[in-house]
């Protein structure tokens, strides 16, 4: 019984010696190498826990690099004449749709649109002359929210 309890102290003792060298401990007694090993574990806890804040961080500061990267869409909208308009639309991002979904906004305001250029690769460009069809009532302020709406329900989909 003796011996097995030597080779198990021996096992004891080596596993000890090993923790030691792995937590840079310089204890000489088995009490104190735990001791040191247990510092050691609350240190790297430590360094989890920073890192895992300087990982949230660098993830926000990109998140808002990307919001800042994409602005919304910018609308202008002029009179032209006596019932005609010309709208410019600019985004910093296109979606499929889009293109139809403004002409569809046009559309539906009655507007029939005489000349246009537009551009939907990645950003997205669109300058419009159009005159009124049927409508009454429509000015400025509601072809430039129409437009607005057209991009948002666009860009949720």
């Given at each position: 019984?003796?011996?097995?309890?030597?080779?198990?102290?021996?096992?004891?003792?080596?596993?000890?010696?090993?923790?030691?060298?792995?937590?840079?401990?310089?204890?000489?007694?088995?009490?104190?190498?735990?001791?040191?090993?247990?510092?050691?574990?609350?240190?790297?806890?430590?360094?989890?826990?920073?890192?895992?804040?300087?990982?949230?961080?660098?993830?926000?500061?990109?998140?808002?690099?990307?919001?800042?990267?994409?602005?919304?869409?910018t609308?202008?909208?002029?009179?032209?004449?006596?019932?005609?308009?010309?709208?410019?639309?600019?985004?910093?991002?296109?979606?499929?749709?889009l293109?139809?979904?403004?002409?569809?906004?046009?559309?539906?305001?009655?507007?029939?649109?005489?000349?246009?250029?537009?551009?939907?690769?990645?950003?997205?460009?669109?300058?419009?002359?159009?005159?009124?069809?049927?409508?009454?009532?429509?000015?400025?302020?509601?072809?430039?929210?129409?437009?607005?709406?057209?991009?948002r329900?666009?860009?949720?989909?």
């Amino acid at each position: 019984m003796s011996r097995e309890r030597k080779k198990a102290t021996g096992g004891l003792h080596d596993k000890l010696q090993i923790l030691r060298s792995i937590t840079h401990s310089r204890a000489l007694n088995d009490a104190s190498i735990i001791m040191d090993a247990s510092e050691y574990i609350k240190e790297l806890k430590q360094k989890v826990v920073s890192l895992k804040q300087e990982v949230a961080c660098e993830e926000e500061e990109e998140e808002g690099a990307l919001k800042h990267k994409y602005s919304s869409p910018t609308v202008t909208v002029e009179t032209l004449g006596r019932h005609g308009f010309l709208v410019n639309v600019f985004s910093d991002r296109s979606c499929p749709g889009l293109l139809v979904s403004v002409l569809e906004a046009f559309d539906e305001l009655g507007l029939s649109v005489i000349e246009a250029a537009a551009s939907c690769a990645d950003t997205f460009r669109l300058e419009a002359a159009g005159g009124e069809n049927q409508v009454d009532n429509v000015d400025e302020h509601v072809v430039k929210q129409a437009v607005l709406q057209a991009i948002r329900n666009c860009s949720e989909q």
